[in-house]
């Protein structure tokens, strides 16, 4: 599927990271019994990687993710988005970080259902400084025919384009997806993963994605592999699949 291009790994060192975690672990304490769910990661992620997250499930993927995105803090160890500790940043300074930084999509799609394909997105480009135009966010997903049909008129892969959309409608510096396509059939989610790679190149977002289906690590510049809390291999793919190229 990949091989290790140390040609690759220098471009990528060179280059000023957007993130760097280090030592990060998460412990959960349900009752009597600590969940520990990440044990000391350490990961520089770069501008405009298309970086996919693989393993299984339970294996602290999400975790990592919404440390990444401001939705979580370690218990231990440190994360920087490019000048700012995350791990010193209070409720606030996270939620401004989120709000003016990070693009989320999840495996379920969210949209409020009374409100039109391009009224989803509006809503959060009208509160960035810098939006996509609404109309352009639903064209970068191939969506431009459909920006007047409601969550209920269109199907899984359309409301998940939509949900993609909407992420993107603020500019983010980063989009972090959790599952995009686990909801979805192999065709739909081909689609899918389509204008993730669309949005990554055109608008040179660092893109992360997490999945436990190994063979979308393929279209990805590096594949992180996360097991049991930990990092057990990073791998640079020379050469990118596009989404339709995957061996399902
Ligand atoms: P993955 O995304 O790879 O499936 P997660 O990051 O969701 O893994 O979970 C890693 C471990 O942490 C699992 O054992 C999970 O049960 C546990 N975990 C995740 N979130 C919580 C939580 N909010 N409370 C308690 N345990 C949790």
Redesign the pocket.
């Known amino acids: 599927m990949s091989s290790i291009s140390t040609t690759n790994e220098r471009a990528v060192a060179d280059k000023e990271s957007v993130f760097s975690a280090s030592g990060l672990t ?1 412990v ?1 304490r ?1 009752g009597e019994v600590d ?4 044990r000391g990661v350490d990961l520089d992620l770069y501008p405009g990687e298309f970086v996919v997250i693989l ?12 440390i990444l995105g401001g939705l979580d803090v370690p218990t231990d160890g440190s994360v920087r988005y490019r000048d700012h500790d995350l791990t010193a940043a209070d409720e606030g300074e996270l939620t401004r970080y989120r709000r003016e930084h990070v693009g989320f999509v999840f495996q379920f799609y969210n949209l409020i259902a009374g409100l039109t394909a391009i009224e989803n997105v509006a809503i959060v480009a009208d509160i960035s400084d810098n939006p996509l135009e609404p109309a352009e966010a639903l064209r970068m997903v191939d969506l431009q025919d459909r920006q007047d049909h409601y969550p209920s008129q269109l199907s899984g892969g359309e409301q998940q384009r939509v949900a993609i959309a909407r992420a993107i409608g603020k500019r983010p510096d980063v989009l972090l997806c ?1 599952e995009p396509t686990g909801a979805l059939d192999v065709k739909t989610g081909i689609v899918v993963l389509n204008a993730i790679a669309r949005i990554n190149k055109e608008l040179g977002t660092l893109t992360a994605v ?1 999945t ?1 289906n190994a063979s979308i690590g393929a279209m990805a510049d590096r594949v992180v592999y ?1 097991s049991d ?1 930990r990092i057990t291999e990073i791998r640079v793919n020379a050469v990118k699949k596009s989404a339709i190229e995957l061996v399902w």
């Open positions: 998460k959960y349900m969940v520990h769910a990440l393993g299984p499930s339970g294996s602290g993927k999400s975790t990592l993710l919404n959790d997490i436990h996360l809390g």
